[in-house]
């Protein structure tokens, strides 16, 4: 009885001195590894704030450039265009 009961207490000590270095180099490298995408989620949630801002300034110059003031200024005075009359005004149907 004595033998089997010194057995398993070896068997528990060899374990504990193999698995406890063991899970402390795991804890190591999953500290790692969170420190690791914890700076790459950082990175990326600058890039964001980044594509964000440049999206506003984006649609912000889309609306600026696609306003009709614009459109009519640059119709009259770079190619020489002019608001169609009344009477210029030809329609067709079709039957």
Do not use: C, W
Not at 1 to 28: E, G, N, Q
Not at 61 to 78: F, G, P, W, Y
Request: aromatic share 4%; proline share 1%.
């Amino acid at each position: 009885m004595k033998i089997r009961h010194d057995t398993k207490l070896r068997f528990v000590a060899y374990a504990s001195v193999v698995l406890i270095p063991l899970l402390l180099a795991l804890d190591a490298f999953q500290a790692h590894r969170y420190a690791k995408l914890k700076n790459e989620l950082a990175k990326l949630e600058a890039k964001q704030v980044e594509i964000v801002e440049q999206n506003r300034k984006l649609i912000s110059d889309i609306s600026l450039l696609s306003s009709s003031d614009r459109i009519e200024k640059i119709a009259e005075n770079e190619l020489g265009m002019h608001k169609a009359k009344s009477e210029d005004i030809v329609r067709v149907e079709i039957k």
